[in-house]
């Protein structure tokens, strides 16, 4: 006789794609801090911020042709990590010499190369749940009860960045 699974939780996931992706990085710091303060606006029991992955590209330019001769990723744990690897990449000579001929060195936070995204695990009521929030998209995910997804849909309607 084999054994059987047994159904013990349901879990449910939804996203919410913004009409337009975040570029300041202080408003969507704004959110985070939001989400995870003591006075949370879902009312959360317990919140706490997870994993944090913040990357982009430095691209180093030929101060004669204003071509891009290299590029270095920079992937970061922390948002201060993050902008302290740009500072020092962005202000790096021996950087701006090897690739881009002693020219200028520029990142930016607009586009596709740039990435962030924070995990939150929370519990609202006896639910427990994740919210991942993006540069263009939240999403709730492991979720049971449909009241818990009401919520946050509630207070992310609230949130002209989160539209």
């Known amino acids: 006789m084999t054994a059987d699974f047994i159904q013990t939780a349901i879990s449910k996931s939804a996203k919410r794609i913004f009409t337009a992706e975040f570029t300041n990085a202080a408003a969507y710091d704004a959110i985070v801090a939001e989400i995870t303060g003591v006075d949370n606006p879902l009312g959360l029991a317990e919140v706490e911020l997870g994993k944090q992955t913040y990357k982009t590209y430095v691209g180093y330019f030929d101060p004669n042709t204003s071509e891009m001769n290299g590029k270095v990723q920079v992937t970061a744990y922390t948002r201060a990590e993050y902008a302290a690897a740009i500072t020092a990449l962005t202000g790096s000579a ?70």
């Open 94 to 163: 021996d950087l701006k010499t090897a690739f881009g001929n002693g020219g200028t060195a520029e990142t930016s936070e607009i586009g596709t190369e740039a990435t962030w995204n924070v995990r939150i695990s929370a519990k609202l009521g006896t639910d427990t749940f994740q919210i991942s929030l993006n540069r263009d998209s939240m999403t709730v995910s492991g979720y049971a009860d449909d009241a818990t997804l009401a919520a946050v849909d509630a207070w992310a309607d609230t949130k002209p960045a989160l539209n």
